[in-house]
Nanobody, 124 residues
Framework: QVQLVESGGGLVQAGGSLRLSCAAS????????MGWFRQAPGKEREFVAA????????LYLDSVKGRFTISRDNAKNTVYLQMNNLKPEDTAVYYC?????????????????WGQGTQVTVSS
């Protein structure tokens, strides 16, 4: 069982930055692929970014490439999402998730564990 707790959300003006953190409870955190997903009101949950368990592979939603960076610190059981040049369309609840290795890292349905989410609001 893996418990995930996100933090770092908030209200920011367009062009600003936020860094989301996701702390995992499991001592086996390092073997999980980690992903960030988001859900805006009235929309389906969408993939944002993911990082493989060895941090050798990352994947991003096209609209966040060059603005968002996912990273992980296995010693701290934490995954991060650095978000720069934020836009109003980035407004959503952001969730981190964990899945065992060997699965597609961009598919939400394949993730076993989810955090409670953190709200990100970008004003224009």
């Amino acid at each position: 069982q893996v418990q995930l707790v996100e933090s770092g959300g908030g209200l920011v003006q367009a062009g600003g930055s936020l860094r989301l953190s996701c702390a995992a409870s499991s001592r086996t955190f390092s073997i999980y692929n980690m992903g960030w997903f988001r859900q805006a009101p009235g929309k389906e949950r969408e993939f944002v970014a993911a990082i493989s368990w060895r941090a050798g592979s990352t994947l991003y939603l096209d609209s966040v490439k060059g603005r968002f960076t996912i990273s992980r610190d296995n010693a701290k059981n934490t995954v991060y999402l650095q978000m720069n040049n934020l836009k109003p369309e980035d407004t959503a609840v952001y969730y981190c998730a964990a899945e065992p290795p060997g699965r597609a890292i961009e598919v939400a349905a394949l993730y076993d564990y989810w955090g409670q989410g953190t709200q990100v609001t970008v004003s224009s």
